[in-house]
């Protein structure tokens, strides 16, 4: 008879009904632990926190203003005498402060255009998956039109028709971007259709609409916040792209490319000029690039035992 | 003795596959479900067993008006499910859940088991306190056993074993008259298909829930059905009360997935004759002709091949799809 | 000399959440022509110790221990070696056939790549060869069959060929993982039959890895026993099943649904849920969903062994 006597794990179930609730560890939870212990992404993500700060207050606490010209000191070196750390461009201007301010140009056209793509492809992408059939062909037929307009040709007839202004390159870059995210979201949203909980909030009455919030949308963030940040990195170079052409932003305001585009002119006489803004933006695509690389690991990890 | 739930008229379920180019495309019909009819009484259970592919879980939703049946009609309490608009057919949802085979990827991984359970209450009842849902949502828990502080935990952080539990604390939190349960134990170890069984079991005589339980597996049926429904290539081939299916099958392929089940008994097993069935089972997208059985049916015999059987009443009350179930003795244990 | 000898064998894997033992210190060897079953549920290392053997753990798997094969020890070996005795002398048979079958290539293809390769047949002869095999495994018109894709075959269909494919070398050891689970069982007992009629023919030792009571009956010799990772029971199919004498393998053989016991009154089960191989309770592994433990199963039971080669991992039935 010993045998049963104190054996507390004969029966855990009576024993352990008078604790108190048990703290789960949801998925984001599990996968920002991976993330956490991803080094090239955390140091990704501090460098880019800080290139966020520096962009932002940056040009605040620098003395020079970005349009200031400073006939001392046209194409000088980089260097502390001068007071130009970073050197100054063939009219004098601050190259360290024209950098950041373009930096605020460059990232904003990378987090807006991104948004932008965010909400309208999502949205897009999951109705046209969810509901499938007619709706799903003709929406995506819609997709695949535009898809095929010549993207340079839509940016000039805009460039061409409104003028230069920077809002209309949020317009171009996002009504290109959000064909891609609609595409993605659109997959997830057809293999999560058919799965089995999906399947079981139909059968107790779960409207369409509450499905697609609860169902559909939380289990494909994964896909969409890697993908995100994979976007931010490409809409930067595709902003940087029509700058170097002469079609992004206008003087005096600047951005990365635009900064580039400048350089690489006087590439030769003042190289700096060309190298500053370069390895901001390089910095910045390396970042989100590994940022993208640690969330996808830790969002979806294949390994898992 | 008991009230009738649910009658299952000539239900059927084709679907269309588009096969081909833009330009000359065919289209095939599965027809997944053909001509099923049955009864099932309040605190009844049914099995339906069948090997993959005779259409079993396709006639589950279509039982769930999950699916449209293209014929035939499915009552329930009397009303035809497919007549309904979506508004009272949501209302019947109420009375009809259903638990499927894959534990894990029937419960959002997203959503901590209190969401999963509660669901359906927050859908039905959308102005209920959250209180009297955490109490409901405890009280199911404990009912099928689960410890309730576990409510804010996430189904990665349980077994299959449990995770098919919260699966059952969904169906039942609302008090259905049915469960419909598609293969609920196929994806579980043996030892917790044991557990899962006898849980289905006792809420059944707890709740008086009709069941409807599919699977593949004879011998899992056996021990929770009181009739047992066998299917072949969306048709029904046999339903009889569970004691004579098992020990006097009235068709050739019940009698073949009975042989065919291993027994966990090494001098049994060596000693066990054929089943008598060879091949695999034909493409329901091609079907044979006649019996669909005929192709492997060790009986066949010319009217086989032409002539379909209707599924019709012995003088035991069982029903079969077999022209020659008068003359066959299919006995078990008998020949061996 | 037994044909393979595992001494010791521990697999661990490496995970964000911490180490993993898959398998404990398991020890078995099995005879030319003999046929072992490995059954668990799972979880338990009956696939992750074969596969630590033949060196096909994941990227974040180890293995320690010793698996001598005809004397010589695989897990020292380079890949270009066990490569000549994997798919040669050793063959496998997984338990999804669409995932070892290239979806690419036709049937024949990657039938006779084996021979041509280790044994340096001609293609036409060695293609004569797998028709004949095929034939020998009852699929129906295998000439037409052996040019179609994998896709082109049902389950069945494809799980014969796998089968058959695995035969073709005529290996000394066939490594069989859940080769019928996906099956339906009027296929099931046709895939079983032709495995023991294959293995009296060319003196097939096999490995049967199961959770399957059932099929594990009707075709193995020897049982080894697995629970988190250990061997728990080992012994002769009629011990193991007549005279089980750990209460895992009790509960386990008690809790198969049956065709012929009576079906009122519920099945017997295992109480509570597998063990978190992160977690791993120390003693005895199956001590707390375990009847009858006691206070010396907080120690680790040693294994014992009867007369007849009957070896099991608890203390009760020494003191009989």
Same mark, same amino acid.
């Given at each position: 008879m010993t045998k049963k006597a104190d054996n507390p794990a004969i029966d855990p179930f009576e024993a352990a009904l008078g604790v108190s609730d048990v703290k789960g560890r949801s998925p984001w939870q599990d996968a920002w632990h991976r993330l956490l212990k991803n080094r090239a992404a955390v140091y990704s993500a501090f460098i880019m926190a800080a290139m966020f700060l520096m962009v932002v207050f940056g040009p605040m606490l620098i003395s020079w203003e970005s349009d200031f010209t400073d006939w001392d000191y046209t194409s000088s070196a980089p260097g502390f005498a001068s007071g130009h750390w970073l050197g100054t461009d063939a009219v004098g201007r601050d190259l360290l402060v024209r950098t950041l301010e373009g930096g605020r140009i460059s990232l904003m056209v990378g987090l807006v255009a991104t948004i932008v793509s965010l909400l309208i492809g999502i949205s897009y992408g999951a109705t046209a998956g969810y509901f499938g059939g007619a709706v799903d062909r003709i929406m995506m037929r819609i997709v695949d039109i535009i898809y095929a307009l010549p993207f340079m040709f839509f940016v000039i007839l805009l460039m061409v028709v409104f003028g230069r202004h920077i809002v209309l390159i949020f317009v171009a870059i996002g009504a290109i971007n959000w064909l891609d995210m609609a595409r993605i979201v659109r997959g997830q949203t057809l293999g999560l259709k058919n799965t089995e909980f999906v399947e079981a909030a139909k059968a107790c009455g779960v409207s369409d609409w509450d499905i697609i919030r609860r169902h559909i949308i939380p289990n494909l963030l994964g896909v969409v916040i890697v993908y995100v940040t994979l976007t931010i990195p490409q809409v930067i170079l595709v902003e940087s792209f029509l700058s170097f052409l002469g079609l992004g932003v206008q003087e005096p305001m600047s951005s990365w490319g635009a900064l580039v585009s400048d350089g690489a002119q006087d590439m030769e006489s003042a190289p700096w000029t060309l190298i500053v803004p370069s390895v901001f933006l390089t910095v910045t695509l390396y970042c989100f690039n590994f940022i993208g690389d640690g969330l996808r690991d830790a969002l979806d990890p294949k390994d898992h035992f | 003795m008991n009230d009738r739930v649910m009658r299952v008229q000539d239900l059927a379920v084709h679907f269309k596959l588009r096969e081909g180019g833009l330009m000359r495309s065919k289209t095939h019909t599965v027809k997944a479900v053909d001509g099923v009819s049955f009864d099932l009484d309040a605190g009844e259970t049914l099995g339906i067993v069948g090997e993959s592919g005779c259409g079993k879980s396709t006639l589950a939703r279509a039982l769930l008006a999950l699916v449209k049946p293209c014929r035939g009609r499915v009552l329930w309490l009397g009303e035809d499910l497919n007549k309904l608009d979506d508004e009272a057919? /949501?209302?019947?949802?109420?009375? =009809?859940q259903i638990v499927f085979q894959d534990p894990l990827a029937a419960l959002n991984p997203r959503m901590?088991?209190? @969401?999963?359970?509660?669901?359906?209450?927050?859908?039905?009842?959308?102005?209920?306190?959250?209180?009297?849902?955490?109490?409901?949502? /405890? +009280? #199911?828990?404990?009912?099928?056993?689960?410890?309730?502080?576990?409510?804010?935990?996430?189904?990665?952080?349980?077994?299959?074993?449990?995770?098919?539990?919260?699966?059952? *604390? /969904?169906?039942?939190?609302?008090? &259905?008259?049915?469960?419909?349960?598609?293969?609920? #134990? !196929?994806?579980?170890? #043996?030892?917790?298909?044991a557990q899962i069984v006898n849980l289905l079991k006792d809420l059944q005589k707890k709740l008086n829930l009709s069941l409807v339980f599919i699977a593949h597996d004879l011998s899992v049926v056996k021990h929770i059905s009181d009739r047992v429904m066998v299917m072949y290539l969306g048709r029904a081939m046999e339903l009889s009360h569970r004691d004579s299916l098992y020990r006097q099958p009235l068709h050739p392929y019940t009698s073949a997935l009975i042989k065919a089940v291993p027994v966990p008994d090494p001098k049994l097993a060596r000693a066990a004759g054929e089943t008598g069935l060879t091949g695999d089972m034909p493409s329901p997208l091609n079907p044979p002709s006649g019996c669909v059985f005929h192709s492997r049916c060790p009986f066949s015999i010319k009217r086989c091949q032409i002539e379909v059987p209707a599924l019709r009443r012995m003088e035991s009350g069982d029903w079969v799809a077999c022209h020659r179930a008068e003359e066959l003795d299919l006995t078990i244990g008998k020949s061996g | 000399m037994p044909l393979l000898e595992i001494k010791d064998l521990d697999v661990g894997f490496d995970t964000p959440e911490g180490e993993v033992h898959a398998v404990n210190n398991?020890?078995?060897?099995?005879?030319? +022509?003999?046929?072992? *079953?490995?059954?668990?549920?799972?979880? !338990?290392?009956?696939?992750?110790?074969?596969?630590?053997?033949?060196?096909?753990?994941?990227?974040? +798997?180890?293995?320690?221990?010793?698996?001598?094969?005809?004397g010589k020890d695989m897990l020292q070996m380079s890949t270009a070696e066990l490569n000549q005795h994997r798919g040669n002398?050793?063959? =496998?048979?997984?338990? @999804?056939?669409?995932?070892?079958?290239?979806?690419?290539? &036709?049937? @024949?293809r990657q039938m006779i790549e084996v021979i041509v390769h280790h044994k340096g047949m001609k293609k036409a002869e060695a293609v004569a060869q797998a028709v004949e095999i095929l034939r020998a495994v009852h699929i129906p018109d295998p000439e037409r069959i052996i040019r179609q894709f994998p896709h082109e075959l049902s389950g069945g269909m494809r799980q014969k060929v796998m089968v058959a494919m695995g035969l073709l070398g005529e290996p000394e050891l066939l490594i069989a993982d859940e080769?019928?689970?996906?099956?339906?069982?009027?296929?099931?007992?046709?895939?079983?039959?032709?495995?023991? *009629?294959?293995?009296?023919?060319?003196?097939? *030792?096999?490995?049967?890895? !199961?959770?399957?009571l059932g099929i594990v009956a009707g075709l193995c010799d020897r049982v080894l026993v697995m629970y988190a990772g250990e061997a728990v029971e080992c012994g002769s199919v009629n011990q193991i099943y007549y005279d089980p004498k750990h209460p895992y393998t009790q509960g386990l053989l008690k809790s198969v649904p049956r065709l012929d016991q009576p079906e009122d009154g519920g099945l017997e089960t295992i109480a509570g849920n597998p063990p978190n191989l992160l977690a791993l309770p120390g003693g005895c592994k199956f001590r707390d969903r375990c009847p009858s433990a006691f206070d010396a199963c907080s120690e680790k039971p040693p294994m014992q062994l009867d007369e007849d080669r009957h070896a099991f991992r608890c203390f009760l039935g020494a003191e009989e």
């Open positions: - | 057919l /949501r209302k019947k949802r109420l009375d =009809m901590t088991v209190r @969401d999963i359970i509660a669901e359906p209450l927050w859908t039905f009842f959308p102005k209920i306190a959250r209180v009297q849902v955490d109490e409901r949502v /405890r +009280g #199911v828990m404990k009912m099928v056993g689960l410890l309730p502080n576990q409510i804010n935990r996430f189904p990665h952080e349980f077994s299959a074993g449990q995770c098919q539990r919260i699966g059952i *604390a /969904r169906a039942l939190v609302l008090n &259905p008259k049915l469960v419909v349960c598609d293969e609920p #134990v !196929s994806a579980l170890d #043996v030892s917790i298909q | 398991l020890n078995f060897s099995i005879e030319a +022509g003999d046929t072992l *079953a490995l059954v668990g549920e799972s979880g !338990s290392g009956k696939t992750q110790s074969v596969m630590g053997i033949l060196g096909l753990l994941a990227e974040n +798997g180890h293995v320690t221990g010793q698996a001598l094969f005809k002398e050793i063959a =496998m048979i997984f338990q @999804d056939p669409m995932t070892s079958l290239n979806p690419y290539l &036709p049937i @024949d080769p019928t689970a996906a099956l339906d069982v009027t296929v099931q007992v046709q895939v079983t039959r032709l495995m023991s *009629a294959l293995r009296e023919k060319s003196n097939t *030792a096999i490995i049967l890895i !199961s959770h399957d």
